[in-house]
């Protein structure tokens, strides 16, 4: 038999409910593999240890006294440290909140305590979800089980490094322009962005109102249908969040795909990606078509300028959103002063890291008087634009298919210029933009290192997206190889 901490979701859920292992058996093996390999990986912030053999006899108590349970009761699960959890850190990667204890649960925690879940850390993330590496925590980076020398990608880098190396059977994220599906592809586990407003954003510390999507990280489709059945709805907290019914992700799977039709843009194939990576992507492609897809090219013209336009609508909305950030009410403040603006700014000098701060500069220039209308009216006549070229294209296609990255896993410290950096979500962040769903997928490898197939789907098609990438898992085995760490 696998290691505990090798099983599925699906199949551990299915061992518990039979009795033949305990979550407190399950929880051990987990928190044996956190002590194992976090000192190579640095996946956590923190490990809620006493925590989580807590909620592991819990849950054996429901199983035991044949209470209800759910697909989720007993299995231990990471949480990415933006998602507020209450009397427990949530740091955002960044010293202004290091010490920071929520007084209240974020509405997914809620919904997952509810479900029974067993938490065993906060993850380790970019300063505020501002990355593409998780080299921009405060506190130190987490390097890619696969190569140890390598990025995680980012900015969910220590959920995603957590589910590939065992330390957590699923994990959550935050999603604003690819922060779920890079780290998911560079990683090789699934990593699901959903449809702005099917998951509530309350308790979600805000980087871009707009754009933020939490979603799940898995090892397999049906594991990460569980884990977004379990947070989406409703939630009268947060007022983007949508009322339309959720559907059960996980009987939608198991189907055929044949006649399904699979657009690939063209756009998505840009200069200077990497060889391995157009190769594994392209071979997907055909195995697509072999299932039966009808798969043809798409073209979605203003793809070109979502990186231009991104870069001035997110650092525009964080500027606001950071605001709150002034050392008054909570989070670090600069004391060594009578003076209160010196405070305030100091405050923010030694709270924020440099790419936070980069961002706070370029979205308050975006929105200051006299170049308001040149960039952040013109940002977003371009997400209207990028939109409609999704929703044309959703008129003819049911999924559209590409690389989620233009290169494998790069070293740690090997790209230093932050615009080269941002060209790391080229191919995810126009479905924020136009907030639709995504999902990467394990789609091959390149001299070794994970290569990710992304599924794009129309807004509410989750079930949609989750049904390929099941069909995909059925005749492929990407997602069952293991890092050796």
Not at 5 to 20: D, H, N, P, V
Not at 244 to 250: A, E, F, G, L, N
Not at 258 to 266: D, T, Y
Not at 440 to 453: A, K, T
Request: some cysteine.
């Amino acid at each position: 038999m696998a290691e505990l901490y090798e099983l599925t979701i699906t199949e551990a859920g299915e061992l518990l409910r039979q009795g033949k292992i305990s979550s407190v058996e399950l929880t051990r093996a987990h928190l044996e593999r956190i002590r194992e390999v976090e000192d190579k990986v640095k996946a956590f912030t923190l490990v809620t240890d006493e925590l989580a053999l807590e909620q592991a006899e819990e849950a054996d108590l429901r199983f035991k006294h044949g209470d209800t349970v759910s697909p989720l009761t007993g299995i231990p699960i990471a949480i990415k440290d933006v998602i507020c959890t209450k009397g427990i850190t949530t740091t955002c990667g960044s010293n202004m909140l290091k010490d920071f204890k929520p007084p209240y649960d974020a509405t997914v925690m809620e919904r997952l305590n509810a479900a029974g879940i067993v938490m065993v850390g906060k993850t380790n993330m970019d300063e505020f979800a501002m990355g593409s590496s998780t080299e921009h925590s405060a506190f130190f980076p987490t390097h890619n089980p696969w190569d140890l020398e390598r990025a995680p990608g980012g900015s969910s880098g220590g959920s995603a490094a957590a589910v590939a190396a065992g330390m957590a059977m699923g994990a959550y994220g935050s999603d604003t322009g690819g922060s779920i599906r890079q780290p998911g592809s560079l990683c090789n586990v699934v990593g699901l962005k959903p449809t702005y407003g099917r998951v509530s954003r309350f308790g979600l510390v805000a980087f871009a109102s707009s754009l933020d999507q939490i979603g799940p990280f898995a090892r397999s489709a049906h594991d990460a249908a569980l884990l977004l059945q379990a947070i989406a709805g409703e939630d009268p907290r947060d007022a983007t969040c949508s009322p339309q019914t959720v559907p059960d992700y996980s009987t939608g799977l198991k189907g055929s795909i044949k006649g399904l039709r699979i657009g690939v843009p063209e756009e998505y194939w840009v200069d200077g990606m990497q060889q391995g990576v157009v190769k594994a992507v392209r071979e997907d492609i055909e195995i697509l078509r072999e299932m039966g897809a009808e798969v043809s090219e798409v073209s979605l013209p203003h793809t070109k300028y979502g990186i231009a336009a991104y870069y001035i609508i997110a650092p525009a909305e964080a500027s606001a959103n950071l605001a709150r950030y002034d050392g008054v009410k909570y989070g670090y403040s600069y004391r060594d002063t009578d003076d209160m603006w010196e405070a305030l700014e100091k405050t923010r000098e030694f709270g924020f890291g440099q790419e936070v701060k980069r961002r706070i500069m370029l979205g308050t220039y975006a929105l200051s008087s006299g170049y308001y209308d040149a960039y952040y009216k013109q940002a977003e006549k371009v997400r209207a634009l990028i939109t409609q070229d999704f929703d044309r294209a959703f008129e003819r296609f049911d999924v559209l298919v590409s690389p989620t990255t233009p290169s494998v896993a790069f070293k740690l410290g090997e790209i230093s210029d932050p615009y080269q950096m941002y060209l790391q979500d080229v191919f995810t962040l126009p479905a924020n933009l136009a907030g639709i769903c995504g999902v990467s997928i394990p789609g091959g490898f390149s001299d070794g290192l994970p290569v990710g197939l992304q599924l794009l789907g129309n807004v509410f098609a989750e079930d949609v997206i989750l049904k390929v990438a099941d069909a995909f898992e059925r005749v492929t085995d990407y997602h069952t190889r293991w890092p050796k760490i």
